[in-house]
Nanobody
Framework: QVQLVESGGGLVPAGGSLRLSCAAS????????MGWYRQGPGKQRELVAD???????NYADSVKDRFIISRDYAKNMVFLQMNSLKPEDAAVYYC???????????????WGQGTQVTVSS
């Protein structure tokens, strides 16, 4: 069984910063891409940022130059440093990982439970 556990959400004023963390555990052989998605009230879930096993990153245009995604490969962790937060960044943030398991030897997406980020005006 693979689990992803997120932490770091909370309430911050506009212009503030938060750092989200996600740790994957369980029967893991390799993790390819890890990323963060978010879903605000009445909105579709959207990709915020992701990072490959080689360290290549992608960001949504709305967060580019404000957020930074990083990984600790040895600990199977991914982080999202969020700076200059705006009210429109408020959402539930979900950790995602594409994980290759030794048994049955397949790669599948896994999701965390979500962590709430609230940005006050």
């Amino acid at each position: 069984q693979v689990q992803l556990v997120e932490s770091g959400g909370g309430l911050v004023p506009a212009g503030g910063s938060l750092r989200l963390s996600c740790a994957a555990s369980g029967s893991i052989f390799r993790i390819s891409v890890m990323g963060w998605y978010r879903q605000g009230p009445g909105k579709q879930r959207e990709l915020v940022a992701d990072i490959t096993s080689r360290g290549s990153t992608n960001y949504a245009d709305s967060v580019k130059d404000r957020f930074i995604i990083s990984r600790d490969y040895a600990k199977n962790m991914v982080f999202l440093q969020m700076n200059s937060l705006k009210p429109e960044d408020a959402a539930v943030y979900y950790c995602n990982a594409n994980i290759l398991r030794s048994n049955p030897g397949t790669i599948s997406p896994y999701w965390g439970q979500g962590t709430q980020v609230t940005v006050s005006s």
